[in-house]
């Protein structure tokens, strides 16, 4: 019939009496060893010495077999952490092996035993030649036995028992603070914090030095202790806001899995990417999100991070790209995007620049700025500053002295 569930008193109670039997088994240990020695007609010197190598050798098997019995009790953590345990379970690795070792045991047979009693003398052998005092084979034998399982079971159920709860209760904790106010706080700062106008020396620069400080702090967390997707993309910001780019994108990526057909995640990883200076690879990642997606506002968003990434990529082959997806881009994007127009501008000037100044980059790139200041006033400073130069943008820069230049230098602002 079934049983209902334990009490954490009565929880706590077994764990007592487990413990409490464990050292029981200690002191056991222990007394015999000393009553072995105190069974020796020997000196007060050599009684000591003798007490202390068997306490070595019991440290010794104890620390080892402790050491095979942590990794076997080491709880799993379960990737989608839908558990009442915090997101692990128990390791059952000693189930498998203890299955694997009857079947090997059953097939090889059973005389092959009868070697195990010579490996422990041996192994008796050798310990006692080592320690400076004489000590029956048997004695170490049942000394090193009793020890090797003592350890393993301690260590076996003291880490099945007690570590389970340790882990869950840091996952319980990195996840309150990626729930609290000032994780809410970040994750609106970096929401905010939109590619136009973005100086690619320092992304960060429109970002509050205390929100910096607060997403420093929050980016502290380990990824693996952020157990579901909400947790991931707040864990992402924060590392984004925080400066580490490349953790950033590692974070978005590892939520990116979890739902593949979230395209916040996507764009949330290119531009970490793009921030990192990582363009090829976040060219590959927007373009293949762009091959699963027919919705306009979402083409809108994937297209502007494409030409984001590729006019800032190597020339010639970043405005060049820039260049076809721009011009490839359908009407109905490019009368919601200033976005594109802007980048296409800067595309072109990248042009003029390394092709010689053909006056048709000119007249392309005039129109492109026209475009996205029409549609948006807040591009004018960012394609004024491409066009002064000095800088990390300063795609526009050839048309910044020129009498035939001066209706762009008008547009943006630009005393001749």
Same mark, same amino acid.
């Given at each position: ?99 694997? !070792? ?9 005389? *092959? ?29 049942? !000394?090193?036995?009793?020890? !090797? ?13 007690? $570590? ?8 319980? /904790? ?14 609106? %700062? ?25 997403? /420093? ?9 952020? =157990? ?9 910001? %924060?590392? $984004? ?21 979230? #395209? +916040?995640?996507?764009? *949330? ?11 090829? @690879? ?15 506002? +979402? ?21 060049? *790209? ?6 490839? %881009?359908?009407?109905?994007?490019? @009368? ?13 000037? =990248? ?22 200041? =029409?549609?948006? =006033?807040?591009?004018?400073?960012? #394609?004024?500053?491409? !066009? ?6 300063? +795609? ?14 008008? $547009? ?5």
């Amino acid at each position: 019939m079934p049983t209902s569930a334990a009490t954490p008193a009565e929880v706590e109670l077994d764990l007592a009496r487990t413990f409490k039997l464990l050292t029981y088994f200690a002191v056991l240990g222990v007394a015999a060893g000393v009553l072995f020695a105190m069974s020796a007609s020997v000196s007060w010197r050599e009684w000591l010495s003798m007490v202390g190598a068997l306490l070595v050798v019991a440290g010794g098997c104890t620390m080892t077999s402790a050491l095979v019995g942590f990794v076997f009790g080491i709880p799993r953590s379960l990737q989608d952490g839908k558990t009442d345990e915090g997101g692990y379970v128990n390791n059952t690795s000693l189930e498998q092996i203890s299955d694997w !070792l009857t079947k090997i045991l059953v097939g090889v047979g059973l005389t *092959e035993l009868r070697q195990v009693p010579g490996a422990l003398r041996d192994l008796a052998s050798y310990v006692t030649a080592n320690l400076g005092v004489k000590v029956p084979s048997a004695v170490a034998i049942s !000394l090193i036995l009793f020890w !090797l399982g003592y350890g393993f079971f301690f260590a076996y159920l003291l880490t099945r028992i007690r $570590l389970r709860g340790i882990l869950a209760r840091a996952d319980h /904790a990195a996840r309150g603070l990626l729930q609290s106010a000032t994780a809410e706080k970040v994750e609106q %700062a970096v929401d905010k914090l939109d590619l136009s106008g973005i100086d690619a020396s320092d992304p960060l620069a429109r970002v509050p030095s205390s929100v910096r400080a607060d997403a /420093a702090a929050l980016a502290k967390i380990p990824i693996g202790e952020a =157990q579901d997707t909400q947790a991931l993309r707040r864990l992402g910001k %924060a590392n $984004l806001a925080a400066g580490k780019f490349q953790d950033a994108a590692t974070t978005f990526a590892k939520a990116r899995k979890r739902e593949p057909q979230d #395209l +916040d995640l996507v764009r *949330e990883e290119a531009r970490a990417l793009i921030f990192a200076k990582k363009y090829p @690879e976040a060219v590959e990642l927007v373009q293949a999100a762009l091959e699963c997606t027919t919705r306009l506002s +979402d083409r809108r968003g994937l297209t502007e991070l494409l030409m984001f990434a590729l006019v800032y990529s190597p020339a010639p082959k970043g405005y060049e *790209e820039t260049i076809r997806v721009y011009e490839a %881009a359908p009407r109905e994007l490019l @009368e919601l995007s200033a976005a594109v127009h802007a980048y296409a501008a800067c595309a072109y000037g =990248q042009r003029f620049h390394f092709a010689q100044q053909q006056p048709g980059d000119y007249a392309a790139a005039l129109a492109a700025a026209q475009k996205a200041v =029409q549609m948006d =006033q807040a591009w004018r400073p960012v #394609l004024r500053a491409a !066009l002064e130069g000095g800088g990390v943008d300063d +795609d526009l820069a050839d048309f910044r002295v020129g009498d035939g230049y001066k209706e762009l230098r008008a $547009l943006l602002g630009v005393a001749p």
